[in-house]
């Protein structure tokens, strides 16, 4: 089976921390960017983060920088998402997906998408 499956989301304290993990199955991802997306109810799905097959580039959207940390562990197939002093802004699904390494006309920028781990920030 191919899939991207999120965990470690929950509800915590604005201020406070937690860390999400996603475990891919059944398809490359060593060779892949890996993002993280989030959608609050109401709005669209943004951006959060992307890191490099090799995990020594990064990318973040303004509104995580300096408080998130995406980063990845290929032995185990898995992508994190460090996210330290969270804002009640932050409440959303969380997902993450796999950069296409190639596009082609009609296609998305991401492929592979999980099915999401709730985060929620009380204030």
């Known amino acids: 089976q191919v899939e991207l499956v999120e965990s470690g989301g929950g509800v915590v304290q604005a201020g406070g921390s937690l860390r999400l993990s996603c475990t891919a199955s059944?398809?490359?991802?060593?060779?892949?960017?890996m993002g993280w997306f989030r959608q609050a109810p109401g709005k669209e799905r943004e951006f959060v983060a992307v890191?490099?097959?090799?995990?020594?580039?990064?990318m973040y959207a303004d509104s995580v920088k300096g408080r998130f940390t995406i980063s990845r562990d290929n032995a185990k197939n898995t992508v994190y998402l460090q996210m330290r002093s969270l804002k009640p802004e932050d409440t959303a699904v969380y997902y993450c997906?796999?950069?296409?390494?190639?596009?082609?006309?009609?296609?998305?920028?991401?492929?592979?998408w999980g099915q999401g781990t709730q985060v929620t920030v009380s204030s």
């Open positions: 997906a796999r950069r296409r390494r190639t596009v082609s006309p009609g296609r998305g920028e991401y492929g592979y």
């Open positions: 059944g398809l490359e991802f060593s060779s892949h960017d």
């Open positions: 890191i490099d097959g090799s995990g020594q580039s990064t």
